[in-house]
């Protein structure tokens, strides 16, 4: 049962930001959302839409990835940031979804979590956005403020992921990232949050409001 406190900050996010679940990162097929969310690493989702629009007519296939060059890809990719492991883990990546999947992006959590590069952050929303899989995204944003809200007293990303999944309804698992990322854009910065312009001050527990 979702408490009537949970469900009131959910309406507000949702009149605020609307409830299309579609992932932020433009892509064509499972593959390229798993590199694309690969290269979202402390990279907005514009930068990377910006990159992956020439990186994927340079690489078309899992096979133009896996032989692509190491030194040229990381060019490729440079304003991405963190681009040298960013690169060796987009070519160690179509190796192995092409050596051990068949070319096929898994479904399964622990397999996309065997591939290079991908963490439960990256399968999730993988899961989420390919498979239809209810999933709950768990990056800095959605740590630090589900904390604020009381959602959560944890600090490990797979145990708030669990309180969060216990908290909120299942259609709003996806939601919840997609609208906590952008309210922390927005409202709800890490240093000096506009407290003044926040909707879910009521529901804050934060002492700087």
Request: aromatic share 8%.
């Amino acid at each position: 049962m979702v408490k009537k406190r949970t469900q009131e900050i959910l309406a507000i996010l949702d009149e605020r930001y609307g409830t299309d679940a579609g992932a932020t990162l433009d892509y064509e097929t499972p593959w390229q959302l798993l590199f694309a969310t690969i290269l979202s690493a402390q990279c907005t989702d514009a930068r990377v839409n910006i990159v992956t629009k020439d990186l994927y007519k340079k690489y078309p296939t899992l096979e133009a990835f896996a032989n692509a060059d190491l030194h040229e890809m990381e060019q490729d990719i440079k304003s991405t940031g963190f681009y040298h492991n960013k690169a060796k883990n987009l070519i160690a990546c179509a190796r192995a979804l092409l050596d051990r999947f068949g070319g096929e992006v898994p479904s399964d959590i622990d397999d996309l979590t065997s591939l290079p590069g991908v963490g439960r952050k990256t399968a999730n929303v993988l899961r989420g956005n390919v498979y239809g899989i209810p999933s709950i995204v768990v990056d800095t944003h959605v740590k630090r403020i589900s904390k604020k809200l009381g959602l959560t007293e944890n600090t490990d990303p797979v145990r708030i992921e669990q309180d969060l999944m216990k908290a909120l309804p299942e259609d709003h698992w996806i939601l919840w990232n997609l609208h906590i990322i952008t309210f922390g854009r927005e409202i709800c910065f890490a240093r000096n949050p506009k407290c003044s312009e926040c909707p879910l001050t009521a529901y804050c527990n934060s002492v700087e409001k």
